[in-house]
């Protein structure tokens, strides 16, 4: 998985946002220092609405998230 901000490979944790892309934690505390707008669809975002996400998730989550729903994180 990369990073939808600066396409570098996440390993370990990443912080998803509500408008559901998956950011490095340091592209996520970038954004909550400066305008704190997503970069990709410029939704705006603040410390509620970036949660960390294990980028190794189990079995149930990668299944909501192929049939389209928004697991719980």
Excluded: F, Y
Aim: hydrophobic share 40%; glycine share 4%.
């Amino acid at each position: 998985m990369r990073c939808n901000a600066c396409w570098r490979e996440l390993e370990g944790r990443a912080i998803s946002t509500t408008c559901g892309h998956l950011l490095c934690t340091e592209d996520a505390n970038k954004i909550l220092s400066n305008d704190a707008a997503c970069p990709i669809c410029d939704q705006v975002l603040s410390k509620s609405l970036m949660k960390p996400v294990d980028i190794n998730p189990n079995d149930e989550w990668v299944n909501m998230a192929m049939a389209g729903v928004s697991p719980q994180i």
